[in-house]
Every structure is written in structure tokens, then in C-alpha cells.
């Protein structure tokens, strides 16, 4: 039986995560630096975003509405990649109680609310649903619902 319950389902899928990146985020190096020095984590872009969404102003500088939106899309991408080279299909447990996971779901996060922001309701909802899939806590830890 998976961690959600479904005896039928796939098995949660734990990144690896990239403790190199993590750590030194953890000790104050700039994220944009980070990210430049490791590209595939998406904890790096998952900072990044929530920074320039923080600076928005609540979406009112959407400037950095979009600067979120564009480091939030590239780390959503690179944990899709990451999620894939561990065997996830496109569906399943992505557990928020497992910290290497939280880079992805961080991002798709942070995409939610850019995409909130801009209007892009069709965006927000593909991210909350991807959210609820992947873990139906990761919404209200991510100040979603």
C-alpha cells in the first residue's frame, strides 16, 4: 500500500535532491548564485521565485510577477525531470514530508500564485490539481488554501 492509502497506486516517488545546493542555501548564499552553480535543483529556483514574488508588492509590480513565474516554470521543469529519472509517470505521491521533494512542489507553488496573479486561471488550477496529486497536504503547506 502507497503512503496515501491507494493499494493499487504507485509508490511515492523521493528525490534525491541535490544536498550540495541545499546546504548552501541553508547557510545564506545567494540564490541566484546558487542556481547558477546547480541548474537541476529546483529548491535554487524555488527561492528565486518566492523572493521576486515576495517583492511583487502582492502582484502589483508584475515585473516580478513574471521574473517569479519564469524561475518558478524553469524549476517546475527541472523537478519534472528529476521526478521522471526516478520512475514517476505523470501521476502519483510526490510526499511534502520527504525535504527533497519540497524544491518541486515549492515551484509548483510559486508558479500557482504567479499564474493567480496574471490571470492565468487555467495555469492555477493545472498547478492545484498537480499539487493535490502529487500530496493533498502540499496546498495548505504552501499557503494555498
Known amino acids: 500500500m502507497t503512503s496515501f492509502g491507494d493499494l493499487l497506486g504507485p509508490q511515492?516517488?523521493?528525490l534525491t535532491g541535490d544536498d550540495e545546493?541545499?546546504?548552501d542555501l541553508l547557510n545564506g548564499a545567494d540564490p541566484a548564485q546558487t542556481a547558477a552553480?546547480?541548474?537541476?535543483a529546483s529548491i535554487a529556483w524555488a527561492y528565486l521565485a518566492d523572493a521576486a514574488l515576495a517583492a511583487s508588492d502582492g502582484g502589483a509590480d508584475v515585473g516580478r510577477v513574471i521574473e517569479a513565474y519564469g524561475y518558478a516554470r524553469t524549476g517546475y521543469h527541472?523537478?519534472?525531470d528529476q521526478l521522471r529519472r526516478h520512475g514517476w509517470k505523470g501521476f502519483g505521491p510526490v510526499p511534502w514530508s520527504h525535504e527533497p521533494n519540497q524544491g518541486f512542489l515549492r515551484c509548483v507553488g510559486a508558479l500557482a500564485r504567479a499564474a493567480q496573479s496574471i490571470g492565468e486561471e487555467d495555469e492555477y488550477l493545472r498547478c492545484l490539481d498537480l499539487l493535490n496529486d502529487s500530496d493533498p497536504t502540499a496546498v495548505a503547506?504552501?499557503?494555498l488554501a
Open 12 to 14: 511515492p516517488v523521493l
Open 21 to 23: 545546493a541545499e546546504s
Open 37 to 40: 552553480a546547480h541548474p537541476t
Open 78 to 80: 527541472r523537478g519534472l
Open 141 to 143: 503547506q504552501l499557503g
